[in-house]
């Protein structure tokens, strides 16, 4: 069988332009693309002919890659080592609206193959959740993040399917970590704590849990249903893609973009920015309260809403992940001068008004209103978990629900201290 040496990128029928696996990574775009009435970049690299090799390039594609352990389990089982080489084992139905075919295929009409929560389950019972879609020639794993995941597709409400090519997937099904000893019942956690989000009037993406399979199942904001049943993909970046940043480097302290650079690239690209501005410091006081200290770049993104235009998405791949001893102290961005959130008081407050270009009592009145909520909105998301959730679960589930109030009635009496205007 000939190597693949290059890869078409998609936008519906429409080809963009072939990524090549050079050192490093290059892309030119399409005469047909450049020649289009309105053509529009692939993330942040330049709308201009010839091959481009700029970081922005890596930073885009390398983005579309699973991290961690999930990529070097792709690796070895599919004998993938380069950055080209993982890209077409990803190539699939990868997060946002592209799709990518070894040169020279066209985009062929979906299929699925149906399945039982059953068989999910008892496959996640001895393997990656990976190994899930890893079956077959054409199989590919096609989402980015270090936590283990799969893309499935529910049509009916209910039953789950198993996408196969580059077919568009509906749901992430995300379950239990278990590489990490002492993190358990994650996928609850984050049930647990992205409905609370949504109870508190964050705009989340939909989530359920699944019992079975003991996983978070995310309803994907990037998939439109068309009136004719099919799914229609829809354009998102990550900051991290759009800063030109590779995900080895999502978080700030290791050259990832800060508060400023979100600033700066949800001003640059939103049209609404205002809003998208406000939503952003719901989510950074919601994620000091809840006790989620992941919430890297990568965990941000834009997106063309049909109608609206280019506006941050819904939230995503929220958790509390101070509950789990071992994990990280420090909050991924640093908040006025502090990464320490049980050290965010009045000085940090101060500081990321000026990160922001906000008054800091306004701040101080999200992150009030936020803290009044909270208690309520868990206990709200328990109630609402517990008839799926094994008795264990339900144990942590509780246990849950007092750490985030405690964390929140801290964080809360920090930020009260007075504020100047």
Not at 30 to 51: D, E, N, V, Y
Not at 258 to 263: N, Q, S
Not at 274 to 286: E, I, M, S, T
């Amino acid at each position: 069988m000939q190597r693949t040496t290059a890869l078409d990128v998609f936008y519906g029928e429409e080809l963009i332009g072939t990524v090549f696996d050079t050192e490093p990574l290059s892309f030119e775009y399409a005469p047909i693309w450049l020649k289009r009435l309105k053509p529009f970049p692939l993330s942040s690299i330049p709308l201009t002919s010839g091959q481009l090799t700029e970081p922005h390039v890596q930073a885009f594609f390398e983005n579309l890659l699973p991290e961690g352990e999930l990529r070097a389990y792709l690796s070895v089982q599919r004998k993938a080592s380069t950055l080209f080489s993982l890209l077409q084992e990803v190539a699939g139905d990868t997060a946002g609206a592209f799709v990518m075919l070894p040169q020279g295929q066209k985009p062929e009409a979906p299929q699925y193959d149906p399945t039982t929560w059953e068989s999910i389950a008892n496959t996640l019972k001895t393997k990656s959740a990976a190994a899930i879609q890893i079956k077959g020639e054409d199989a590919r794993i096609s989402l980015a993040g270090a936590q283990d995941k799969a893309t499935i597709a529910i049509f009916d409400g209910h039953t789950p399917m198993l996408p196969k090519g580059h077919a568009p997937s509906t749901h992430i099904l995300k379950p239990d970590i278990r590489r990490l000893a002492k993190v358990r019942d994650s996928a609850a956690n984050e049930a647990i704590i992205m409905r609370t989000a949504r109870h508190c009037g964050l705009k989340t993406a939909e989530v359920f849990y699944e019992p079975l399979s003991k996983s978070c199942v995310v309803e994907r904001f990037d998939r439109i249903r068309r009136q004719d049943g099919g799914l229609s993909r829809v354009i998102q970046y990550d900051l991290c893609q759009l800063a030109g940043t590779v995900s080895e480097k999502k978080y700030e302290k290791e050259g990832g973009p800060g508060i400023e650079d979100c600033v700066k690239l949800i001003r640059q690209h939103s049209t609404r920015a205002a809003l998208d501005l406000q939503a952003l410091v719901q989510w950074l006081f919601f994620n000091i309260c809840v006790g989620n200290n992941d919430s890297h770049a990568k965990n941000l993104s834009m997106y063309t809403v049909p109608g609206e235009g280019v506006r941050l998405t819904p939230f995503y791949d929220l958790m509390c992940t101070r509950i789990y001893p071992g994990l990280s102290k420090e909050f991924a961005f640093n908040i006025g001068g502090q990464v320490l959130p049980g050290q965010m008081g009045r000085a940090a407050l101060q500081g990321l008004a000026k990160q922001l270009g906000m008054k800091p009592r306004y701040l101080q009145a999200v992150a009030q209103k936020l803290a009044t909520k909270i208690p309520m909105a868990i206990d709200q998301a328990i109630e609402e978990l517990t008839p799926t959730l094994s008795a264990g679960s339900r144990t942590f589930a509780t246990h849950l629900g007092h750490e985030v109030k405690s964390i929140t009635k801290k964080a809360a009496a920090r930020f009260q201290e007075n504020t100047e205007a």
